[in-house]
């Protein structure tokens, strides 16, 4: 028999080349699959979690995974867009955490800082805000600031607008620092300016929105009842309304403390004045007087901008209140019906949405732009994301049982209050 010795060898020499190819492409696939992995490690050490450096012991994992329906992240079919409930949701795990850190941020003020202060755990720190019915995009910094060239904004009220202004700056810091550029006599008002984009944010201090003569500390003790004018706005944010573009106005835990109140510059009767000859009127008295004349300012005051009311926060005080040993040491977010609204809390909710449903279609008709921001439903999930006692630096650092004022109603940072800045730039951009 004779062979073909050039049939097997052009056969042997195929064999070879397709050996090579096959060697070539497990070559290729294995570079890629380092290189895959080579980014995801370095896009893990460039994530904006909180590093040992900057919390003194804290459990730093992720909270536990829940259920979550498939393709949390995408709408559902039969969604209609213009629907959409931002306010309505739940809070679902976020192993990326926020997108600034307490050390990244040098605006916090020193009560909100809660992990500088010692808070030991931060699983608070990884939750985000989920709409039922909607995807909400995570707030852009760039793309905010690109919005607001040449724009002025400003948050009117108490302590918890210092919060959120607070949160907002810090996510800004993101792309740029802000300047400080104005401050009042106790540093209660401010304003920063971002020199890239001349855009301005001022925090304003106007805890009642009315005049108000206020005799009290900075730990809310009082020495007198305020003196509150229910007829006369304050001039402190009046008086700069028209040249502002964006504003989120707000009041509320203000009116529970005791109080004289005037009208027509006469005396008309008080809140908690046992002592005093007065007629006790009462907070919801005052509030819905208030609340009437501010709405009543904005529907005609023809501002062509665009105005967010924002209702009054819940607060999570257990066993008591500010005052009288009240305590939040809850460290997850609440199931849905687990903590129910306080009857304070509520009623003061309920004026607000009142007077607000009485004003949104006259100030429609006059062309002036008037949102709700109610994020009762979004706050009343988290407990855990007060300061506590970590109100104050190292509480327990020498006395690990020691009794200290907690502060269940104003928000750590970073923190849940941060989920409403991607809440305000969806109302913003398709709102």
Avoid at 108 to 136: S, V
Wanted: proline share 6%; hydrophobic share 35%.
């Amino acid at each position: 028999m004779r062979v073909n010795w050039k049939s097997w060898s052009l056969n042997k020499h195929q064999h070879m080349l397709v050996k090579l190819a096959v060697a070539v492409l497990l070559v290729g696939l294995a570079f890629r699959l380092f290189v895959s992995r080579s980014k995801g490690s370095a896009s893990d050490l460039e994530s904006p979690v909180l590093g040992k450096e900057q919390v003194q012991g804290p459990d730093l994992k992720p909270p536990v995974a829940v259920e979550i329906p498939e393709n949390e992240d995408q709408m559902p079919l039969d969604i209609v867009a213009e629907k959409c409930d931002l306010l309505t949701g739940d809070w679902i795990p976020n192993p990326s955490g926020p997108t600034y850190t307490n050390r990244s941020c040098p605006l916090i003020e020193g009560h909100q800082n809660c992990l500088r202060n010692g808070r030991p755990d931060a699983e608070y720190l990884y939750w985000k805000w989920k709409p039922r019915d909607c995807q909400l995009p995570r707030f852009n910094a760039g793309r905010f600031l690109e919005l607001m060239r040449n724009k002025a904004w400003a948050l009117i009220g108490d302590s918890i607008s210092r919060n959120h202004v607070q949160s907002l700056l810090c996510m800004l810091t993101t792309v740029e620092q802000p300047v400080e550029v104005y401050h009042d006599e106790e540093y209660k008002s401010k304003r920063w300016h971002f020199p890239s984009y001349n855009f301005s944010i001022s925090n304003i201090w106007s805890p009642f929105l009315v005049k108000a003569a206020i005799f009290e500390d900075n730990n809310g003790v009082s020495t007198a009842e305020v003196q509150l004018h229910l007829d006369k706005l304050d001039k402190t944010w009046t008086d700069v309304y028209q040249s502002l573009d964006y504003m989120i106005i707000s009041t509320g835990k203000w009116f529970l403390k005791a109080a004289i109140y005037h009208e027509n510059d006469t005396v008309v009767g008080c809140h908690i004045c046992p002592e005093k000859n007065l007629t006790e009127l009462g907070f919801v008295y005052a509030y819905n007087k208030t609340l009437h004349y501010v709405m009543d300012f904005i529907a005609t005051s023809k501002h062509k901008g665009l105005i967010f009311f924002r209702t009054s926060t819940p607060d999570h005080f257990e066993n008591g209140e500010w005052h009288n040993g009240g305590t939040c040491r809850r460290t997850t977010p609440a199931k849905e019906g687990e903590i129910e609204i306080k009857d304070l809390n509520r009623i003061l909710r309920n004026v607000e949405l009142e007077e607000f449903e009485k004003t949104a279609a006259k100030a429609a008709d006059n062309g002036v732009k008037l949102k709700l921001l109610d994020f009762t439903n979004l706050l009343l999930l988290r407990p855990d994301g007060h300061p506590g006692p970590y109100r104050q630096f190292q509480p327990f650092a020498e006395n690990k049982t020691a009794v200290v004022q907690n502060d269940c109603l104003h928000w750590c940072l970073p923190g849940p209050m941060d989920f409403w800045n991607d809440v305000i730039m969806e109302m913003m951009v398709n709102g």
